[in-house]
T-cell receptor, first 113, second 116 residues
Framework: GENVEQHPSTLSVQEGDSAVIKCTYS??????FPWYKQELGKGPQLIID???NVGEKKDQRIAVTLNKTAKHFSLHITETQPEDSAVYFC????????????WGAGTKLIIKP | GAVVSQHPSWVICKSGTSVKIECRSL??????MFWYRQFPKQSLMLMAT?????????EQGVEKDKFLINHASLTLSTLTVTSAHPEDSSFYIC????????????FGEGSWLTVV
């Protein structure tokens, strides 16, 4: 079955710098890759997603890139702000999987003032 | 984005009692809802997949008689923790699939359960 690996487990960056979180997946049939942000004590919030028919998607300071050949996708956050501090999860799913997401282990992002 | 409402956000109950948590999709229809459990500093652990009008599919190791799931309509799924014990104390989160946007999944805010 699908396996999603996420790195790093913890990332500390200076406010204003960029942060990059990477995920790899094993099932080449996966076609949907969302990223979620989870703040302490709250449910995950969808921040951006990408489908396999595109290589990059951007929404203001957040972007996601997808390399289907290498089976990896990355989250890029530019001009980081203190409110970006949270745990970020990547996930993958495929058509016919009944929406089931396979999760990465999460990355704790710390923005240093 | 779409909204998933989870209630209650926190609950304290006595050992041996049952607790029901509701998950509602407020502005879309969800044929599929998921229930997760999350331990501190860990990723989400899928407990079961709930399809409207049919029995839930439980993950290995999850007791279906203890964690009762009902998905009676396209906007509501419930998780009932029966005969709760302190080890059931955890953060429970539901999510729902939005048919109109492919397989996009939205999450509720989670429910903190403390069993004393």
């Amino acid at each position: 079955g699908e396996n999603v690996e996420q790195h790093p487990s913890t990332l500390s960056v200076q406010e204003g710098d960029s942060a990059v979180i990477k995920c790899t997946y094993s099932d080449s049939a996966s076609n949907y890759f969302p990223w979620y942000k989870q703040e302490l004590g709250k449910g995950p919030q969808l921040i951006i997603d990408i489908r396999s028919n595109v290589g990059e998607k951007k929404d203001q300071r957040i972007a996601v890139t997808l390399n289907k050949t290498a089976k990896h996708f990355s989250l890029h956050i530019t001009e980081t702000q203190p409110e970006d501090s949270a745990v970020y999860f990547c996930a993958a799913s495929k058509k016919g999987s009944n929406y089931q997401l396979i999760w990465g282990a999460g990355t704790k992002l710390i923005i240093k003032p | 984005g779409a909204v998933v409402s989870q209630h209650p956000s926190w609950v304290i109950c006595k050992s041996g009692t049952s607790v029901k948590i509701e998950c509602r999709s407020l502005d879309f229809q969800a044929t599929t809802m998921f229930w997760y459990r999350q331990f501190p500093k860990q990723s989400l652990m899928l407990m079961a997949t709930s399809n409207e009008g049919s029995k839930a599919t439980y993950e290995q190791g999850v007791e279906k008689d203890k964690f009762l799931i009902n998905h009676a309509s396209l906007t509501l799924s419930t998780l009932t923790v029966t005969s709760a014990h302190p080890e059931d104390s955890s953060f429970y989160i539901c999510s729902a699939g939005d048919l109109s946007s492919g397989n996009t999944i939205y999450f509720g805010e989670g429910s903190w359960l403390t069993v004393v």
